[in-house]
């Protein structure tokens, strides 16, 4: 079993906004990290995200970023497993990573898509790519709603 999911989206927006919409932290905070976010995504950084429904500020690995076309993340995969060798060397447990990708198809819009791979083949690894893929869902919908029409559909979501 590999579990993994993509999931994609289109955005009536220009490829450098949406691009920047991601990256950069005041806008993310806006519409999706409703704690907030802490760090631009630079390759080699490492950010912070923190959510209502999950409060507490996650760290999130930037692996790669390619201006306006793609950003590689790796965070904690929060199955409740723990690795061997990655518990010996950062006391956290596996970790999970994630592609975005953005395409301008002309016209103002860009085709977002989201991958994210790598949890055990168990029933929690199962459960936490069940409710990674819906997070990821409910980001580029918000991101949608906030780039196109300005509402925060998060706002009052979980509290």
Known sequence: ???RFKIAGRISRPVHEVFEAVADPDQLSRY???GGAKGRLVTGATVTWDFADFPG???VEVVEVEQDRRIVLRWEAA???QSTSDAAVTGASYFTTVTMEFESLG???TLVTIAEQGWRPTSEGQA???GNCQGWTQMLCCMKAWLEHG???REGFFA
């Open 1 to 3: 079993m590999d579990l």
């Open 32 to 34: 999706f990290t409703t």
């Open 57 to 59: 500020a996650f760290p």
């Open 79 to 81: 199955d409740g497993a």
């Open 107 to 109: 016209d103002d819009r």
């Open 128 to 130: 936490a790519s069940y």
């Open 151 to 153: 509402i925060n559909l």
